[in-house]
């Protein structure tokens, strides 16, 4: 989608959207980021993004937190989110020693499947040597099973399985997930 969408109906049900221009839709955002820094304060906002390259942008997590520190502040995390769940969950997992968290993409030459869990590889860049390695994977015949809503170039290109979830539900199926892992 090119054009930006501005929801007419509530939120959560099913709502409709138009389409706007873009001076309509960043003023709206511009309005509402302002009306929440008014009401509550810079620490309303959270700076909170991915990292990688999106091919344009590099480092686009700091080009987030640096937007909204000259725009009026903003509520900063301490480490990633994504590591600090798997430094929580690893020890449960692998030991109370295990002390690290992430992975070193030549161990996808030994892996018989891979899930890519929201993790669009092909378009942007986590590090230069994982999309070939998992594309060498699925020539292979790993299993390479993406989990994401959109049908992105990683699920057109690199997996064997695509599971479409729909936004907001990812939560659910990891539970679901976790549930099925423990009890069988």
């Known amino acids: ?3 930006p969408l501005v929801r007419v ?10 389409e ?7 003023g709206i955002v511009a309005d509402r980021l302002g009306q929440s820094r008014a009401r509550h304060g810079p620490g309303s906002t959270i700076a909170l993004a991915g990292a990688g390259s999106t091919g344009a942008l590099h480092d686009s997590s700091a080009l987030t937190r640096r937007f909204l520190d000259a725009s009026g502040g903003c509520t ?20 109370p020693e295990w002390k690290r968290s992430g992975f070193d993409p030549s161990t996808a030459r030994d892996a018989a499947m891979i899930v890519l869990w929201g993790a669009n590889i092909l378009d942007t860049r986590l590090g230069s040597e994982l999309p070939g390695r998992i594309l060498e994977a699925r020539k292979r015949g790993a ?4 989990i994401d809503p959109r049908r992105t170039s990683t699920v057109a290109r690199a997996s064997t399985w695509w599971i479409p979830c729909l936004p907001g539900t990812d939560a659910a199926l990891m539970l679901a997930t976790l549930h099925v892992l423990l009890s069988e």
């Open 9 to 18: 109906g509530t939120r959560g049900s099913a709502s409709s959207f138009r």
């Open 1 to 3: 989608m090119r054009t």
């Open 76 to 95: 900063t995390l301490s480490g990633s989110y994504s590591n600090g769940a798997a430094r929580f969950v690893l020890p449960y997992l692998l030991g």
């Open 20 to 26: 706007a221009s873009w001076d309509e839709a960043l």
């Open 143 to 146: 299993q390479v099973v993406c």
